[in-house]
């Protein structure tokens, strides 16, 4: 049977349970005379972006429609296949969203080379995630060895790859996080110089302290009051490489949005503050220098990451939800299936 997590209802606020729909149904099957492949899916990346497709309103891509497969990246196997040119045992990614099992042209099929690496890994440091952080970090930040950086969710899935990939640079690499043990674990697993503690009452002190001769490159997952803080202790020339607004995405409307007071420090400091979405134009030409860069690093032992897995389909809601909510260190994932 296939199992489908389908949208159900736009949330209001943080989304709950009944936003969501669990369906299942016969396996799909392959279209005589088409060149097809039947995927097993284990694994599912569960991600912030997808909180935005919710909405009915305009984002950077189009919101989803009532009765959708939720939106997401999967890696999976092929299980069936009618046409020499992709065998059955193959691994492969699509994005075709949260359900157990897809039917999926030959034609394009994005074939993973899984050997000496676990099949998720294309979901985070391989995948999005990491492509995310690699040309946020080269592409808008450019950094220059020396330089302070400033990372916020730190100890999300692309936050703590930013800050990885920055000591590779030659970069200072301080986090924000939230709670004392996530800022001790980014610190010790994902070598960040420093991490700030968001709840902490002295939390804009503490990072004032911390970031005493400014920071060069602010790396923004984030923002709200965190960004208006940290716009603040920007260097002259800094950039601003706004990447998400996670503090903002369960708001129930544009009026609730927090209205950063800080940005004449834009004029001031003469700062760069550019948005982006990978996989844009842009982002393209960097794309085999990350692989490259990333392969070479993770093959000397250079990169640490974390998993928060969540067992099976039918509990991909709960995961998802925890993780909105940060209850997660590094990348949120879903192991559909094991076998």
Not at 29 to 37: A, F, P, R
Not at 174 to 190: H, S, T
Not at 204 to 225: C, H, P, Q, R, S
Request: glycine share 12%; net charge neutral.
């Amino acid at each position: 049977m296939q199992t489908q997590v389908l949208f159900k209802a736009h949330p209001h606020g943080l989304p709950t349970p009944a936003d969501f729909e669990v369906k299942t149904s016969p396996l799909p099957t392959l279209t005589e005379g088409k060149e097809e492949v039947l995927v097993k899916n284990y694994w599912l990346s569960i991600d912030p972006y997808m909180r935005g497709r919710m909405n009915p309103g305009r984002s950077y891509a189009e919101h989803m429609t009532l009765g959708d497969v939720m939106v997401g990246g999967t890696v999976g196997k092929v299980i069936e296949s009618n046409t020499d040119s992709v065998k059955v045992g193959t691994w492969v990614s699509a994005y075709k969203g949260w359900q157990s099992h897809v039917v999926l042209p030959a034609e394009g099929l994005k074939v993973l080379d899984v050997e000496g690496t676990e099949p998720q890994t294309y979901l985070y440091a391989l995948g999005a995630p990491g492509f995310t952080a690699y040309y946020g970090l080269m592409g808008i930040g450019k950094p220059k060895e020396g330089e302070t950086i400033l990372v916020t969710a730190a100890g999300g899935a692309v936050g703590s790859l930013v800050g990885q990939f920055a000591k590779q640079k030659g970069l200072k690499v301080i986090g924000i996080a939230g709670g004392p043990d996530k800022c001790a674990r980014v610190v010790k697993e994902n070598g960040f110089d420093a991490c700030v503690d968001y709840k902490s009452e002295s939390f804009a002190e503490d990072l004032k302290a911390i970031a005493k001769d400014g920071i060069d490159i602010y790396f923004d997952n984030v923002g709200g009051a965190i960004t208006e803080l940290s716009l603040g202790l920007m260097n002259d020339f800094g950039r601003v490489i706004v990447c998400g607004q996670i503090s903002q995405y369960n708001n129930k409307n544009i009026g609730e949005s927090y209205g950063i007071r800080s940005f004449p420090f834009i004029l001031t400091k003469r700062l760069t503050v550019e948005g982006f979405i990978v996989g844009e134009k842009p982002s393209l030409a960097y794309y085999a220098d990350f692989i490259k860069e990333v392969k070479e690093w993770t093959a000397a032992g250079k990169l640490h990451w974390n998993e928060t897995i969540t067992e099976g389909l039918e509990n991909s809601v709960d995961g998802f939800l925890k993780m909105l909510q940060g209850q997660k260190i590094g990348k949120a994932l879903v192991r559909i299936a094991k076998d």
